[in-house]
């Protein structure tokens, strides 16, 4: 399978804890999105890197979240001290290098319950 | 006033009519336009997207794009109960990606 893939595909946490998520972009693509999405909602764009950097991050994410692409290769999603508030799905998407139109494909995301 | 605005639904077609979606936005430098196919408990599947004014057709599918109305829409030919999902509409601009909250199509056999 050469399409995005994320890990857990679902994650159960209590309220306090950590979690971490992971998302292995399409191989040759060197954009990778994180995004967050609630149900009737569309996805609600996190952060952005472009190879191992992240170049743009949204303000309405607290200090609370924060995101890695080390190597530019895969990249992770952890969020501390999880409120119940965090409940949704975490998608991560990733775009092709070069001109491109910025057409992004998904992952089959991270649901994330915090009971 | 939203970035990206869309008719939540639910429409509701017969089997074989057309559907259209459609969708409008405010951030006039966007420069490319997505529609997104979402079942439900699933993940965003792109269809196509269109960056110039006009008619984009690929299969049953066509994208119009107005930049000077701010207006995107997809029409869907010969609709199947399997077309039945929420659409997403998305905008684009210097890899700044924002998503409308979706169209509900029901497509009734």
């Known amino acids: 399978d050469t399409g995005v893939s994320q890990n857990p595909r679902h994650k159960i946490t209590k309220r306090g804890q950590n979690v971490t998520f992971r998302c292995d972009p399409i191989s040759e693509h060197n954009r990778l999105y994180w995004y967050r999405q609630t149900l009737g909602q569309g996805p609600e764009f996190l952060t952005y890197?472009?190879?191992?950097?992240?170049?743009?991050k949204s303000r309405l994410l607290s200090d609370r979240f924060s995101a890695e692409r080390p190597k530019g290769s895969f990249s992770t999603l952890e969020i501390q001290r999880t409120e119940q508030g965090d409940s949704a799905m975490y998608l991560c998407?990733?775009?092709?290098?070069?001109?491109?139109?910025?057409?992004?494909?998904f992952g089959p995301g991270t649901r994330l319950t915090v009971l | 006033q939203k970035e990206v605005e869309q008719n939540s639904g639910p429409l509701s077609v017969p089997e074989g009519a057309i559907a259209s979606l459609n969708c409008t936005y405010s951030?006039?430098?966007?420069?490319?336009f997505f529609w997104y196919r979402q079942y439900s408990g699933k993940s965003p599947e792109l269809i196509m997207f269109?960056?110039?004014?006009g008619d984009k057709e690929d299969g049953r599918f066509t994208a119009q794009l107005n930049k000077a109305s701010q207006y995107v829409s997809l029409l869907i030919r010969d609709s199947q109960p399997s077309d039945s999902a929420t659409y997403l509409c998305a905008v684009n601009n210097n890899n700044d990606m924002r998503f409308g909250a979706g169209t509900r199509l029901t497509v009734k056999p």
């Open positions: 890197f472009q190879n191992e950097a992240q170049l743009e």
């Open positions: 269109i960056y110039s004014n």
């Open positions: 998407a990733s775009s092709p290098r070069g001109l491109t139109y910025n057409e992004q494909f």
């Open positions: 951030d006039r430098g966007s420069q490319s």
